[in-house]
């Protein structure tokens, strides 16, 4: 298997394990949310903002593994590297 083509396989499974993280603790954090909201709904506005911020934190996480996924792609250190070491092997 090619350098490039374990890059791409890399930014997938990493992407994928990123987001499943981030998707599950989104929907506790919605869960416990609404079940707080169903208990007190007097304490909704706190409870609101409160999930809000925690949301923006476990998106950023996603984001955070997005990123990575990126520069696996795009901006490798090693590309140059393994570009010159196929090169060698194919001669």
């Known amino acids: ?16 394990l990123g ?7 989104q929907g506790l954090a919605v869960k416990s949310a609404v079940e707080g909201v169903s208990r007190n709904p007097g304490a ?23 990123v990575v996924c990126l520069i696996i792609l795009f901006a490798n250190p090693y590309k140059e590297i393994a570009t010159k070491l196929a090169e060698t092997v194919a001669k």
Request: charged share 5%; net charge neutral.
């Open 44 to 66: 909704s506005g706190k409870i609101l903002t409160t999930m809000m911020i925690g949301l923006a934190m476990i998106e950023s996480l996603a984001i955070y593994a997005l």
């Open 1 to 16: 298997m090619s350098f490039f083509t374990m890059c791409v396989l890399a930014a997938g499974i990493g992407m994928a």
């Open 19 to 25: 987001t499943l993280g981030t998707g599950i603790g």
